[in-house]
């Protein structure tokens, strides 16, 4: 790779023409049939959109790989007739990161959904991308072992998308995200070239972690055909219990008091009173109607007596720092019902306003209570509503903006008020969505012209002809060696 090529500005690539297209349809159509490969526009209206607010995009293909090969063979046509193909999981991605902006290809791995298997003694499962992940986790649950990563889309959302994103969830507080878990990834680069990454073994220090650079680069580097995942024992022993208080400040004042005790409980979900005011009008009754804000606290371990300590340990806590009230989950249906709002909350905030913005920032922990003040200050000044919930435990918060086409632009404002404060409290302006196209522009507030150069010139050394996923993650700008 010469300095020139390094150094030179990225373009943003043309949508391809009506001869590169009549091309490449014709070098697919001698692979894939009819079910496979999607030209109708009916057939490719669900592959425009995903579920974030990017708007639809519509592809000029969509094609449904069924094996590694298949991958491969698209790449090798679409490089030929220099086609742009964005690589798409279930869907659910919040980001934007699998529309096909440019149109072109959409590569869709929902079909690589097999678990290929599960190795106990190597505590390990190796599946397709395109398995949901909910599949994944109970199918290691029957063998007593744990995939702790649980986006709470995780029974309509794939793990190879996972992978893509690095998703989180709210066990992420004790156990990490899914970065945590990858052991080997098999990977078609953008040349079509086929690589094995990481290693199917506890450990490794085997040259650079390439497989780590395919984790969160959300199909820009490379298409992930199969994934091992670490998995740990399962822990069988769950405690869940529900903290009420006044308002989301003194909430997050007590659950940062909670992890300076010394406890980490497996998650410590907060809900402010705009996300509780949008369960209540959906499914009344379930969290109580004083509360200003609430907790979801939940502790696990190999034995009762250890969950049920722990719980007690960061209930007294959290009393002590203001709580108004503890409700401990009796049974499995009391979790669920405590569970089940939580895990549709960002579909029940989309039903209370014609548009939702959805962010998913990270502050230090610490800065937490900072961060859900200038939230609240932000809604008020910019005149838009502004829900806070999410893993606050980790310093993840989804803020989300409500608003009507009448306030777009105070909403836009909201929206670039809640990421600069993000930043100037040392934060990350995402913890599990990844940047996709949504936040696509917001990424010089955290980084520097020289580190996205640098993204860039890796991004230009493993796709030279920049047909991957074109226009996702990082700003066209100049690369750096
Ligand atoms: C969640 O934790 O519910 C999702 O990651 C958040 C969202 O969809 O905004
Ligand atoms: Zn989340």
């Known amino acids: 790779m010469s300095i020139e090529l390094l150094t030179r500005p990225t373009r943003e690539p043309l949508r391809p023409g009506p001869a590169q297209l009549r091309e490449v349809r014709k070098a697919l159509e001698d692979r894939f049939d009819e079910e496979r490969l999607l030209v109708n526009a009916d057939r490719r209206q669900a592959y425009a959109q995903d579920w974030s607010s990017a708007g639809r995009h519509m592809p ?79 199918a290691v649950e029957e063998q007593g072992l744990f995939y702790p990563p649980d986006p709470n889309s995780f029974d309509i959302c794939s ?32 040349t079509g070239k086929l690589v094995q990454l990481g290693q199917r073994t506890a450990k490794s220090s085997t040259g650079y972690r390439v497989a780590d650079l395919i984790v969160g680069s959300e199909g820009t580097l490379g298409i992930i055909t199969q994934v091992t995942m670490r998995l740990i024992p399962r822990p069988d022993a769950v405690e869940t219990a529900l903290v009420s208080f006044a308002n989301a400040v003194r909430a997050s004042e007590a659950l940062t008091a909670v992890i300076a005790a010394g406890i980490v409980p497996r998650t410590l979900e907060l809900l402010d009173h705009h996300a509780l005011d949008a369960v209540r009008a959906k499914t009344p009754g379930r969290f109580p109607d004083d509360a200003g804000a609430v907790i979801i606290l939940e502790t696990d371990g190999r034995t009762a007596k250890q969950a049920f300590e722990d719980l007690e340990r960061a209930a007294d806590v959290c009393t002590a720092h203001g709580a108004l009230d503890v409700l401990l989950a009796q049974d499995e249906a009391q979790r669920k019902r405590i569970w089940e709002p939580r895990r549709v909350l960002s579909v029940t905030l989309r039903e209370t306003a014609p548009r939702k913005i959805s962010e998913d920032i990270v502050v230090p922990r610490s800065q937490i209570p900072t961060m859900l003040a200038a939230v609240s200050r932000i809604g008020e000044q910019r005149r838009v509503r502004v829900a806070a919930y999410g893993h606050a435990g980790d310093g993840n918060l989804h803020v989300n903006v409500l608003f009507d086409d009448s306030s777009t632009e105070r909403a836009d404002a909201a929206v670039r008020d809640v990421i600069c404060e993000t930043v100037r409290l040392g934060g990350t302006i995402s913890g599990e ?49």
């Open 159 to 190: 793990i190879g998308g996972n992978v893509a994103c690095n998703a989180g969830g709210p066990r992420a507080l004790k156990y990490g995200t899914t970065k945590n878990y990858v052991r080997a990834l098999q990977v078609v680069l953008p």
């Open 433 to 481: 969505h990844g940047i996709g196209l949504l936040k696509r522009d917001f990424l010089p507030l955290e980084q520097s012209e020289d580190l996205m150069g640098v993204q860039r010139a890796l991004k230009a050394t493993l796709d030279p002809h920049h047909i991957l996923n074109p226009g996702k993650v990082l700003p066209p700008g100049v690369s750096a060696p």
């Open 60 to 138: 000029d293909l969509v094609v449904k790989a069924e094996s590694t090969a298949d991958v491969q063979a698209v790449l090798a046509a679409a490089t030929e007739h220099q086609v742009p193909v964005t690589p798409r999981g279930l869907g659910t991605g919040k980001a934007g990161g699998a529309l096909p902006i440019y149109g072109g290809i959409v590569l869709s791995m929902e079909r690589m959904n097999r678990i290929e298997g599960i190795e106990v003694a190597d505590m390990q499962v190796t599946a397709g991308p395109g398995t949901v992940t909910g599949d994944l986790m109970r």
